[in-house]
């Protein structure tokens, strides 16, 4: 993908709590109309469309869907059409971009880009230990008791640079829309992991307290405790 050109202009599809990450794999169930005619159209070009998260914040009354302006790009990896013209798809992060501007709603909306390239922010052994920090992390959360994609942790142990690791955890481990696009649109590195370790051990201490407050009660009963 390294050599994969990004055109100006993609379709984008603007999703309710969705952030797609680079090198992440998004499943879709493609069913609207628009987005019919949109997968037809980018199956016989590129493979290329963008996936941008609505921006409940700007939404205004009768206003088309307001998106953040750092979404992905992704390509295609793998379609499968139903009988009723509904598709099944791969859809891989290429790149981050920025949106510059809508250029049509009709018959789906297109948008104008700019690529946007992430720095390390530091040397690779800081980025390391970091990396290696963010996966102790995750590993200590979900013996805590929050769940994860079954062979994740095996995957992520796999992943040795930083940028692809520290979007492919956060894309997967993360389950705050908000946060996630905060960690979408900061594109250095070192600022990436520093945050997610951040939010993590945040996370891990609720997960302490709980376990301290709970007792022996069960789940269902942690409130009269």
Do not use: W
């Amino acid at each position: 993908m390294e050599t994969l050109h990004v055109p100006e202009t993609v379709p984008v599809m603007t999703l309710p709590n969705t952030v797609f990450f680079p090198q992440a794999l998004l499943p879709l169930h493609i069913f609207e109309p628009r987005y019919r005619q949109m997968l037809r159209d980018v199956l016989a070009r590129d493979r290329l469309f963008a996936i941008a998260r609505l921006d409940a914040g700007a939404a205004k009354p009768g206003a088309a869907e307001p998106a953040h302006t750092i979404a992905t790009v992704g390509i295609v990896r793998a379609c499968q059409k139903a009988e009723n013209d509904t598709s099944n798809l791969l859809l891989q992060g290429v790149c981050r971009v920025e949106i510059q501007a809508i250029l049509r709603e009709e018959p789906y909306r297109l948008i104008s880009i700019r690529p946007l390239a992430t720095v390390s922010g530091g040397d690779p052994n800081s980025l390391e230990a970091q990396r290696d920090e963010v996966m102790r992390l995750l590993n200590l959360r979900r013996r805590l008791g929050t769940p994860a994609p079954k062979g994740m942790t095996q995957f992520l142990q796999s992943i040795e640079d930083p940028d692809a690791f520290a979007d492919i955890a956060a894309f997967n481990l993360c389950d705050d829309g908000a946060f996630k696009q905060t960690l979408l649109e900061e594109l250095d590195t070192r600022r990436r992991l520093t945050l997610f370790a951040a939010r993590l051990k945040r996370e891990i201490e609720d997960q302490r307290l709980r376990r301290k407050l709970q007792g022996h009660l069960s789940d269902d009963g942690i409130a009269n405790n």
